[in-house]
């Protein structure tokens, strides 16, 4: 998982309330267990027209918003469905923090654990931000745990630290267990001599027709 610290970047303002994670990631779409590609569909009847048509006048399209690497949004964001797709999609797209006033709880958790920093603000301090958003690029602080405007103001953020740490040294739940790699051999090396049974290679399987 990528190291997360700092990110200096534009955000791209999508003031909306109770955004769900079908309106994210659709669930016609989860055919697919990859975690590339997904970008494309993301938040399809908001980037795409009726027909099927790229919607120019999309704020997600429009510069200097078509190059943003952080989300600004409101209450509730990513409820619905526990779908991991959702926050694959969405990471997909290049974004590497969501700013929101609330988020869904399961959609909060997938964000930490794939690497994408979900940051909770107060509703008029991300307005100020939704506010601000075409004035400059947003400077995220996770090692301070603070976001600075593009009119200089201050946001300190509160995060649980355990999900900091792993965010700032790139742990994901794969990278945890492989730090204990010599305790977990050690383990199993003790209960391999004092339980070999449990080691024994499985018994030939025998034709129930015969």
């Known amino acids: ?3 997360f610290k700092t990110l200096n970047a534009i955000a791209v303002p999508l003031p909306r309330d109770n955004v769900d994670t079908d309106i994210i990631y659709p669930g016609k779409y989860l055919t697919t267990i990859a975690r590339t590609g997904l970008g494309e569909m993301a938040f399809e009847t908001i980037r795409y027209r009726a ?3 790229p919607d120019p006048n999309c704020i997600f399209r429009q510069p200097p918003f078509d190059r943003a690497e952080i989300l600004l949004t409101g209450h509730n964001f990513g409820c619905g469905s526990s779908r991991e797709h959702a926050v694959w999609a969405i990471r997909d797209l290049g974004f590497r923090c969501i700013i929101a006033k609330s988020f869904g709880d399961t959609f909060y958790f997938n964000c930490l654990t794939n690497g994408l920093l979900a940051i909770t603000l107060g509703e008029d301090e991300v307005d100020r931000l939704v506010s601000s958003a075409g004035d400059g690029k947003i400077l995220v602080d996770l090692e301070n745990q603070r976001v600075q405007g593009p009119d200089g103001e201050i946001y300190p953020f509160e995060m649980d630290g355990f999900q900091r740490d792993c965010l700032l040294k790139g742990l994901d739940a794969i990278d945890l267990t492989l ?5 977990i051999a050690a383990f199993e090396a ?3 001599a004092e339980q070999p049974w449990l080691y024994a290679s499985p018994s030939r399987t025998t034709d129930p027709s015969q």
């Open 190 to 192: 003790q209960q391999r």
């Open 51 to 53: 027909d099927g048509s």
């Open 1 to 3: 998982m990528e190291k």
């Open 179 to 183: 730090q204990d790699e010599d305790l």
